[in-house]
């Protein structure tokens, strides 16, 4: 069992930045990989940006350039650091991880923190 707790998030400008930050109760290098997905009303959980394990990153293709994941490993929290806001970031942002375990792979996710973006 891997429990996800989210912070940061909240209000800001468009053009402006926000940080959001996911601890893990295990050790990053136990997970396949960690990473951020993004929800809005009425839609499917789409990713956002994700950490492999090997170190490589995933972005979107809307965040690239924008957002950057990050990893501290010693606190095993993940950072996704959003620049240059656009009110279509706007959601409810969920940390995920994956493990690897006895019965295969299995997904986590946090309790989700909303962002909210204006124009």
């Known amino acids: 069992q891997v429990q996800l707790v989210e912070s940061g998030g909240g209000s800001a400008r468009a053009g402006g930045s926000l940080r959001l930050s996911c601890t893990a109760s295990?050790?990053?290098?136990?997970?396949?990989?960690i990473g951020w997905y993004r929800q809005v009303p009425g839609k499917e959980r789409t990713l956002v940006a994700q950490?492999?394990?090997?170190?490589?990153?995933n972005y979107s293709d809307f965040v690239k350039g924008r957002f950057t994941i990050s990893r501290e490993n010693a606190k095993r929290t993940v950072h996704l650091q959003m620049t240059s806001l656009k009110a279509e970031d706007s959601g409810v942002y969920y940390c995920?991880?994956?493990?690897?375990?006895?019965?295969?792979?299995?997904?986590?996710w946090g309790q989700g923190t909303p962002v909210t973006v204006s124009s």
């Open positions: 295990a050790s990053l290098f136990e997970l396949n990989s």
């Open positions: 995920n991880a994956e493990k690897i375990g006895a019965q295969g792979l299995r997904d986590y």
């Open positions: 950490v492999r394990i090997s170190g490589r990153e």
